[in-house]
């Protein structure tokens, strides 16, 4: 799914006819790209997620890895399995059995005890004790992923209009060193730093120096999350 449509970029430049539609086209496909490749993806239709977690012995928290960035999460059903058949016994309750670390968060608190210890009778005892178990944990949640998609929409549209104006509609009459959007002047030449404190045209390849700056929010790596 692109992150913008061609009838709302040309819209936006003021276009008219098909004469540029494949090069536009392009562009939109490029930039979808460029910030998914940034941000993790974000263009995704599916907001509902399911993942497997192997908690390490002992852990009291397990963490999520697929959500993007940022994007609260709801869970919906949690399995606790030694025998990874996810029957209907073995799902948790919330609020009783375990806990988001914070409200929306990728982090998942077992109340009662740690994750994957079970009661078990031993040799020679009476009563039973906890002992850690080989087991997966099956964790269904889903994403409200709509101010990543908005943020990542505005930048699309930026970088777009960008790259159009810098390599197609510069070409014919000399380098563009700024335009205007939304009724604001906006520097795009490759000297020129953003909101990011980047230069355009820099690592991150962005033409527009701004874009960096309004998708930082979003990345994984910002909040050290691999």
Request: charged share 20%; with cysteine; proline share 3%.
């Amino acid at each position: 799914m692109a992150l913008l449509s061609l009838v709302t970029l040309k819209a936006r430049l003021g276009i008219t006819v098909t004469t540029y539609d494949v090069d536009l086209q392009d562009i939109i496909d490029a930039v979808t790209g460029m910030i998914n490749a940034y941000v993790g993806v974000v263009s995704v239709e599916a907001t509902s997620y399911t993942e497997y977690v192997n908690p390490g012995p002992g852990a009291e928290l397990i963490t999520l890895k697929l959500p993007p960035s940022r994007c609260p999460i709801t869970i919906t059903h949690l399995y606790e399995d030694t025998g990874r058949e996810w029957a209907a016994d073995t799902e948790l309750e919330a609020g009783t059995q375990y806990l988001q670390e914070k409200a929306g968060g990728t982090g998942i608190i077992r109340l009662d005890r740690n994750w994957l210890y079970q009661l078990r009778c031993m040799p020679d005892r009476l009563a039973a004790v906890l002992l850690a178990q080989t087991g997966t944990v099956k964790v269904e949640y889903t994403v409200d992923n709509a101010e990543l998609l908005a943020a990542a929409k505005r930048a699309a549209m930026m970088e777009a209009v960008a790259q159009w104006r810098a390599f197609f509609y510069g070409a014919s009459i000399g380098n563009i060193t700024s335009d205007t959007m939304d009724g604001a002047s906006v520097k795009i030449d490759t000297n020129a730093k953003g909101n990011s404190g980047r230069k355009a045209n820099s690592a991150d390849g962005f033409v527009s120096p701004l874009v960096a700056g309004m998708l930082d929010f979003w990345r994984k790596v910002s909040i050290g999350i691999v």
